[in-house]
């Protein structure tokens, strides 16, 4: 995987400008890293959205069974799916407007990937938000 997938510029703008997080895999399970990261995302003044097949309320906030449910156009879809999921979740972040799209470490897809980057999305893969903040406040 080339750096394409990390721009830093792309990175620093989704963590400082994006104000609306979807995150498909969150569950209310507190020791599943979507949920940890849903509040990291969510403490520093982010709107957090839960994607689910459960559809429950996470952290406060109403649960959908997808992406095309949410109401308001995301940001940053954030995907906690494993890889050979993640580019069905690229496609419909993509027929749902969003800005970008965000696959954690270990979720890789580029062809999916190239697909979001295709349709105009930032994207980010194989990245970890919490561990680009730390860098960003430790240069």
């Known amino acids: 995987m080339d750096d394409r997938f990390a721009d830093q510029r792309v990175i620093r703008s989704l963590?400082?400008?994006?104000?609306?997080?979807?995150?498909?895999?969150?569950s209310d399970d507190p020791q599943r890293t979507?949920?940890?990261q849903a509040e990291r995302i969510?403490?520093?003044?982010?709107?957090?959205?839960p994607v689910h097949p459960?559809?429950?309320?996470?952290l406060g906030e109403p649960g959908y069974t997808s992406v095309a449910e949410v109401p308001v156009k995301a940001d940053v879809v954030a995907i906690y799916r494993r890889s050979e999921f993640a580019g069905?979740?690229?496609d419909e972040a993509i027929a749902a407007g969003a800005g970008a799209v965000w696959?954690?470490?270990?979720?890789?897809?580029?062809?999916?990937?190239?697909?979001?980057?295709?349709?105009g999305?930032?994207?980010?893969?194989?990245?970890?938000p919490a561990v680009e903040w730390a860098l960003r406040r430790n240069p």
């Open 15 to 26: 963590l400082h400008d994006a104000g609306t997080w979807v995150f498909v895999g969150l």
């Open 34 to 36: 979507a949920y940890d």
């Open 42 to 49: 969510q403490s520093r003044g982010k709107k957090i959205i």
């Open 54 to 58: 459960a559809g429950k309320p996470v």
């Open 88 to 90: 069905e979740v690229v």
């Open 103 to 119: 696959l954690p470490i270990g979720v890789i897809d580029e062809a999916a990937a190239q697909r979001a980057l295709d349709a």
């Open 121 to 128: 999305l930032d994207v980010v893969m194989d990245r970890c």
